[in-house]
Nanobody, 122 residues
Framework: QVQLVESGGGLVQAGGSLRLSCAAS????????MGWFRQAPGKEREFVGR????????YYADSVKGRFTISRDNDKNTVDLQMNSLKPEDTAVYHC???????????????WGQGTQVTVSS
């Protein structure tokens, strides 16, 4: 089992920045690819970005590429999502998740945090 807890959400104006953090406990953190996903009201959960086991490879959805950055610290068992130039359409609940696979597909992520709300006002 892997337990994940997100923090750092909040309300921000368009163009602003937020940094989300996800703290992991349980099994060996570096055994897992870490992903960030988001879900807006009435919409399906969507992929935001993911980072490989050692942190050497990242991949982002086109909608956030160039604005969001994922990083991880395997010594501290944390993964962060730095969000810049935020837009109202970024408003959603953001979840971190863990997978054994280097994937963007929701169903391959076995462990999920409870989520943190990000609201971007126009």
């Amino acid at each position: 089992q892997v337990q994940l807890v997100e923090s750092g959400g909040g309300l921000v104006q368009a163009g602003g920045s937020l940094r989300l953090s996800c703290a992991a406990s349980g099994r060996t953190f570096s055994d897992y690819v870490m992903g960030w996903f988001r879900q807006a009201p009435g919409k399906e959960r969507e992929f935001v970005g993911r980072i490989s086991w050692s942190g050497g490879r990242t991949y982002y959805a086109d909608s956030v590429k160039g604005r969001f950055t994922i990083s991880r610290d395997n010594d501290k068992n944390t993964v962060d999502l730095q969000m810049n130039s935020l837009k109202p359409e970024d408003t959603a609940v953001y979840h971190c998740a863990a997978s054994r696979l280097l994937t963007t597909i929701v169903r391959y992520y076995a462990y999920w945090g409870q989520g943190t709300q990000v609201t971007v006002s126009s």
